[in-house]
């Protein structure tokens, strides 16, 4: 394993095409939107064989004040699975051990990895939706709960638009609506330069689209979906509540779903689930999907030991961000996520 710097390889997404596990996460892209976008310096492990990637762990510096210096696998990431061998883990592990003492990080934090760490508690776990799609339309359709396809066939007569799109202005309408639901949810937006981030490197780059749907010329859900390779990735969402009566999100999914039938994607990831929101269990659920976990590992350096309690106090303060205006929570969102990460 060398520590190794994926930007200064030109085919650094066509090693991970080959790879197992490898996502969207991986990938320079993602890399360059979070650099640029907070600052984090990469400290990524890899291997090579015969041109071939056979192993890659990777990490990114996260400097706070509020948090600490940490190494995380990866920031802002639903998951970001380790590509190594099983029985090359210690070994792998201990290595970038090494390089986290040398930095003097608090703490190592890995999203997914229990190739990695089988045989330890996790932080805490997630659950992870995953439709397959293979082309057939019928199929998937047919698997959706029977309700759904009432409500898919509902929004179509409520005179509703679905468009995919790769604009700036696009982007920019689907941030005022993620605006908008971040204030219901209680929450500060990311901030505006990161959704920037996104468009430059992973929309225009043709991993990803955004997806709007409009009533009378006025935009009403929004959506942003990466891909890699064979697989699509639903990362953000948003709507206005005012017009949930329309179905709007439902007729979104859907469009989503025929598109990437059409265009040969195996499957479409629904992203992380937190295990204690009901509600959006059970809506990702009622799309045929097919459920697997996701376990965080945390392992803080000065007592060599891995940590496993979750949570934090972020749920405490979602009453006062309601309250907040926009334009003060989207401050808020600049000032506090490089620290999250």
């Not at 760490?117 to 359709?141: M, N, Q, T």
């Not at 949930?244 to 499957?267: G, I, K, S, T, V």
Request: aromatic share 14%.
């Amino acid at each position: 394993m060398h520590q190794v710097d994926p930007l200064t390889y030109p085919d650094w997404n066509e090693y991970l095409l080959a790879a197992p596990y490898a996502s969207i996460f991986h990938t320079t892209n993602w890399l360059r939107v979070l650099q640029e976008s907070y600052g984090y310096r990469p400290y990524y492990f890899a291997s090579f064989q015969a041109q071939q990637l056979t192993a890659l762990l990777p990490f990114m510096e996260v400097k706070s004040w509020v948090t600490g210096v940490r190494g995380v696998s990866l920031p802002f990431s639903d998951y970001c699975e380790p590509i190594i061998a099983t029985q090359t883990a210690p070994e792998l592990l201990a290595q970038v051990i090494r390089v986290a003492r040398q930095r003097q990080w608090k703490f190592l934090e890995a999203r997914g990895g229990d190739t990695l760490f089988h045989d330890v508690s996790p932080y805490a776990c997630y659950s992870r939706h995953i439709l397959g799609l293979h082309g057939d339309e019928e199929k998937v359709f047919s698997g959706l709960r029977s309700n759904y396809r009432v409500k898919i066939r509902k929004a179509r007569e409520h005179d509703l638009t679905v468009a995919i799109l790769h604009s700036p202005a696009a982007m920019a309408e689907y941030y005022r609506l993620h605006c908008l639901t971040r204030k219901r949810h209680g929450l500060p937006p990311q901030p505006a330069y990161f959704f920037g981030k996104i468009q430059e490197h992973i929309i225009t780059n043709n991993l990803g689209f955004v997806m709007l749907v409009a009533h009378q010329g006025r935009q009403v859900a929004g959506a942003i979906f990466f891909t890699f390779g064979s697989r699509a990735m639903y990362k953000f969402g948003a709507s206005d509540r005012r017009y949930q009566h329309l179905y709007p999100n439902y007729l979104l999914f859907w469009h989503a779903m025929q598109w990437l039938c059409r265009h040969d994607y195996a499957e479409l990831c629904f992203g992380r689930t937190d295990p204690g929101n009901t509600g959006l269990m059970q809506f990702k659920d009622g799309w045929g999907t097919s459920r697997s976990h996701i376990a965080y590992y945390k392992y803080d350096l000065k007592t060599a030991s891995f940590v496993q309690n979750s949570r934090g106090v972020v749920d405490m303060s979602s009453t006062i961000w309601r309250k907040m205006p926009v334009t003060l929570l989207r401050w808020a969102g600049a000032v506090l996520y490089k620290h999250l990460g």
